[in-house]
C-alpha cells in the first residue's frame, strides 16, 4: 500500500473542513473537497484502518434492496432514482479514480445475482423486468441457462453488468493522498471527544487536549457514530469473510461476482491471482470481541456453503476474518446535515455498497459545502421527504 504522510495532533488547528475518519468515505469526500476548501482529517487509530480493510470489495450499483422491493418502502419513482444514482457513482468511481491515476487493482466483473429466500425465480424475473424500466441493462437466467452457463444449480438468476473489483486499502490511499497533495492535512491518532456545533461554526475537541474550529464538520467514522448523530434508522450488522489458496483453474465461468437474493447471502468474487474471497453469515450485533470469537464457527459455514455452490474449490480458509458495517431497512444511506447540529454532516449506513455510497456521499458532500445542490440529495437526508407512487 502506499505511503499516506500523517502526524499526530499535538496542538490546536484552524481549518475550513474537518473530516472525522480516514476510512475510504472520509477519503473520497476529503479528496472532493480539497480543490475548494482547507481540508483537516483525523482518525483516532490511524488512515486505512477500521471497517475499510476489512471491505470484501465487491463494488456494486446493485443497491442490498432489490428495486422491485425498494419500491414498495419508497415509492417507485424514488426507488428508481436510488438506482440510477447508484449505478452513475459506480461509473463515476471507476472514472476518477483512473483520473487521478490510483492503482487500485481496479477491474470490471459482471454480477449473477442468485434466487434465494428474498426473491424466487419469479421475483427475480420481475426485478429483471423493473432494472430495465428504470434504464438499467440486466438479464434474466432461468434455470436451465444458469446451469448450462455457470455450472450453478439454482432456480433462477440476474446478469448484470460492468461492476467493479479493486483493493480497497490502495483505493483509500490514492484518495488520501490525492487531497494531501492538494493539501490538505491528515492528523493520527487524533480522537474526536466532543463538538461545539453553532451558526459561526464547529469547535471539535480531541482527547489529550488539541482543539480544532473549522466552519463545518464531518463524520465520516464509518458504524462507529457519535450519539450526536440520529441512528433511530441504522442498525450495526457483523459479517466474516475467508479466502483461500489461489487455484485460477478451478474458478467459476466469466470470473463473475456473485451473490444471492437472501437473508442473509452470501456473496463472493475472485481476485487476480485466483483466490477466492468469500463472506457472509451476517448477523445484527456490534461487539467486536464477540465477533472475533465467532471466526472459527462462522468462516467454517462459509466454507461449507461455498463447496456445495463450486464442489471443484478448495474452500479450505488460507485468511479469515471479520468485519462490521452500518445498514438500513431501505439498503439506502443517511448523507447531508446532522439535524440539530448547525454546520455538521454525516454519512453512515453504507450496508453492502459502502464504496458506492462513499462516492455518492462525496458528490452531496462536496457540493452542500461549495453551494451547489446535488439532484439526489434529499434521498439521502437524515429527514427525508414522503415516499410518492
Request: with cysteine; proline share 6%; aromatic share 6%.
Amino acid at each position: 500500500m502506499p505511503r499516506i504522510p500523517f502526524v499526530p495532533l499535538r496542538g490546536d488547528i484552524v481549518t475550513d473542513v474537518l473530516v472525522v475518519g480516514a476510512g475510504v468515505s472520509g477519503a473520497l469526500v476529503a479528496e472532493a473537497l480539497s480543490g475548494e476548501h482547507r481540508v483537516t482529517i483525523v482518525d483516532r487509530r490511524g488512515p486505512v484502518l477500521g471497517s475499510t480493510p476489512a471491505s470484501t470489495a465487491l463494488v456494486e450499483y446493485e443497491i442490498d434492496t432489490p428495486l422491485t422491493l425498494l419500491a414498495e418502502k419508497i415509492g417507485r419513482e424514488k426507488a428508481e432514482q436510488a438506482w440510477r444514482r447508484s449505478y452513475l457513482a459506480l461509473h463515476a468511481l471507476a472514472a476518477r479514480t483512473r483520473d487521478l491515476g490510483i492503482r487500485a487493482d481496479l477491474r470490471r466483473a459482471d454480477n449473477l445475482y442468485l434466487a434465494g429466500n428474498v426473491l424466487d425465480a419469479d421475483g427475480l424475473a420481475r426485478e429483471a423486468a423493473a432494472r430495465r424500466r428504470a434504464g438499467i441493462e440486466t438479464k434474466f437466467l432461468p434455470r436451465r441457462a444458469l446451469k448450462e452457463r455457470f455450472g450453478i444449480a439454482r432456480p433462477a438468476a440476474l446478469l448484470a453488468y460492468d461492476d467493479v473489483a479493486l483493493d480497497p486499502r490502495r483505493l483509500t490511499a490514492g484518495y488520501l493522498n490525492a487531497a494531501i497533495g492538494r493539501g490538505a492535512r491528515l492528523f493520527a491518532p487524533a480522537d474526536v471527544t466532543d463538538v461545539e456545533a453553532g451558526s459561526g461554526g464547529v469547535v471539535a475537541r480531541t482527547a489529550g487536549g488539541p482543539v480544532i474550529r473549522c466552519k463545518a464538520l464531518l463524520f465520516a467514522t464509518g458504524y462507529e457514530m457519535p450519539h450526536s448523530v440520529p441512528q433511530r434508522r441504522h442498525q450495526v450488522i457483523s459479517t466474516w469473510a475467508i479466502a483461500t489458496r489461489p487455484q485460477p483453474r478451478n474458478l467459476w465461468p466469466e470470473d463473475c461476482f456473485i451473490w444471492e437474493a437472501a437473508d442473509p447471502y452470501l456473496y463472493l468474487r475472485s481476485t487476480p491471482d485466483g483466490r477466492v474471497i468469500c463472506g457472509g453469515e451476517d448477523e445484527e450485533f456490534s461487539d467486536d470481541a464477540a465477533r472475533d470469537a465467532l471466526i472459527p464457527k462462522k468462516t467454517a459455514a462459509i466454507a461449507r456453503k461455498l463447496g456445495r455452490m463450486f464442489p471443484q474449490l478448495d474452500t479450505t480458509p488460507e485468511f479469515a476474518w471479520a468485519g462490521a458495517f452500518g445498514s438500513t431497512a431501505t439498503g439506502l444511506p443517511s448523507i447531508g446535515a446532522v439535524p440539530g447540529m448547525p454546520n455538521c454532516h454525516a454519512v453512515l449506513g453504507f450496508g453492502g455498497n459502502g464504496i458506492t455510497y462513499a462516492r455518492i456521499a462525496a458528490d452531496v458532500i462536496a457540493g452542500a459545502l461549495s453551494g451547489r445542490h446535488d439532484p439526489d440529495a434529499d434521498l439521502y437526508a437524515f429527514k427525508r421527504t414522503r415516499a410518492t407512487r
